[in-house]
């Protein structure tokens, strides 16, 4: 797969043969435990349904500061999106944080510092009284405040803002957990790959659908897990890269199903056992989101690959990030050839 396969618009796949026998459901005790381990990445009908009532209530009170605000005539508003997991059932764990975008106009260096820090202000003290987020989805905890914790770039082309919340625990602790994270500024590219998304899952049959998150939960499940490669505080794979990762494996490794799995992904890991210079530049992951123009202009270079996110391009890091993931994708195909039960804890702890 050498270039870009998904356009803005379309989030659709090539059609694919299928082999169920690729499947690791029945492998016996292995399969058993797979199908237990995509199992526990649901949370509960109760816990979706509040962790969506927040998500609606975060829009809407921002949505109305910034049209009581007047900064629609300052900035333009061509996009207010949930942009984060929350909004297409990809959250793996509890707490999670609510990400939105404001897709302006203007570009974000033209953006009043002061204004926006005021916004999100007005946003936190509404959202400390709103029913919804005085109980949390976790038990025995409640809410003391929701503050701006940060106001800065991110990136080139983003301005961020972020709430936290302050919760009182029930044996007397304190907590402080990120509740909100709101973009700021023309940034196309992030609006394009949360329509993208958007528009892959409608177009898969509720059953894949339901497979293909819960796949995608496993996979952030078990990196964050391993330690040291999830997430921009560990300077690790990205979320967005492995949700795309995953769907992509497909077209390179057989699932036994038209999408893709992170049981692919591991199995493909293993069997190419590359060096991570290698193994990105064989076996990109794109950034979906283009437009079919940037496709074929070549004066705008389309393939994003997410990979070389990983150790934010340090190659001795990502070497030492990657061979971690190696590690973990042999001994995952050790069980899985085995037929041996397994959990993630256990699959992770020797080399966390």
Same mark, same amino acid.
């Given at each position: 797969m050498n270039a870009p396969w998904f356009v803005l618009g379309s989030g659709e796949m090539p059609p694919l043969a299928v082999d169920a026998h690729g499947l690791p459901d029945d492998r016996g005790d292995f399969g058993k435990s797979y199908v237990a381990a995509l199992a526990e990445t649901a949370f509960s009908p109760e816990v979706q349904a509040r962790v969506a009532a927040r998500e609606r209530r975060v829009m809407e009170v921002l949505k109305a500061e910034w049209e009581n605000g007047g900064f629609n005539?300052?900035?333009?508003?061509?996009?207010?999106?949930?942009?984060?997991?929350?909004?297409?059932?990809?959250?793996?764990?509890?707490?999670?944080?609510?990400?939105?975008?404001?897709?302006?106009?203007?570009?974000?260096?033209?953006?009043?510092?002061?204004?926006?820090?005021?916004?999100?202000?007005?946003?936190?003290?509404?959202?400390?009284?709103?029913?919804?987020?005085?109980?949390?989805?976790?038990?025995?905890?409640?809410?003391?405040?929701?503050?701006?914790?940060?106001?800065?770039?991110?990136?080139?082309?983003?301005?961020?803002?972020?709430?936290?919340?302050?919760?009182?625990?029930?044996?007397?602790?304190?907590?402080?957990?990120?509740?909100?994270?709101?973009?700021?500024?023309?940034?196309?590219?992030?609006?394009?790959?949360?329509?993208?998304?958007?528009?892959?899952? %409608?177009?898969?049959?509720?059953?894949?659908?339901?497979?293909?998150?819960?796949?995608?939960?496993?996979?952030?499940?078990?990196?964050?897990?391993?330690?040291?490669?999830?997430?921009?505080?560990?300077?690790?794979?990205?979320?967005?890269?492995?949700?795309?990762?995953?769907?992509?494996?497909?077209?390179?490794?057989?699932?036994?199903?038209?999408?893709?799995?992170?049981? %692919?992904?591991?199995?493909?890991?293993a069997k190419e056992a590359l060096p991570f210079a290698e193994y990105r530049a064989r076996w990109p992951v794109w950034r979906p989101g283009l437009t079919d123009d940037e496709v074929a202009n070549s004066a705008i270079h389309p393939a994003i690959n997410l990979l070389e996110l990983l150790a934010n391009g340090d190659p001795v890091l990502a070497e030492a990030k990657w061979q971690r993931i190696v590690m973990l994708a042999r001994a995952y195909l050790q069980r899985r050839e085995a037929g041996q039960a397994w959990t993630i804890e256990a699959l992770t702890a020797s080399h966390v």
């Open positions: 005539a300052r900035y333009g508003l061509q996009r207010l999106l949930s942009i984060g997991s929350t909004a297409r059932d990809l959250y793996a764990w509890l707490p999670t944080d609510h990400d939105l975008m404001v897709e302006t106009q203007a570009p974000q260096e033209l953006i009043d510092r002061d204004e926006v820090r005021q916004l999100l202000e007005h946003l936190a003290a509404q959202l400390a009284v709103s029913p919804e987020f005085q109980a949390s989805p976790e038990e025995e905890r409640s809410l003391r405040a929701i503050f701006l914790s940060s106001l800065k770039v991110r990136g080139q082309a983003s301005l961020v803002g972020r709430l936290n919340a302050i919760w009182d625990c029930a044996h007397g602790e304190e907590q402080e957990d990120n509740l909100v994270d709101v973009t700021f500024g023309n940034v196309r590219r992030t609006a394009d790959y949360a329509l993208w998304m958007q528009a892959y899952l %409608a177009r898969l049959p509720a059953e894949w659908r339901a497979r293909q998150t819960a796949e995608i939960r496993l996979a952030k499940k078990v990196f964050k897990a391993l330690g040291e490669v999830y997430g921009s505080q560990e300077t690790g794979l990205r979320p967005i890269t492995i949700e795309q990762w995953v769907i992509q494996n497909v077209l390179r490794q057989p699932s036994g199903l038209p999408i893709g799995t992170f049981d %692919a992904v591991l199995r493909h890991v």
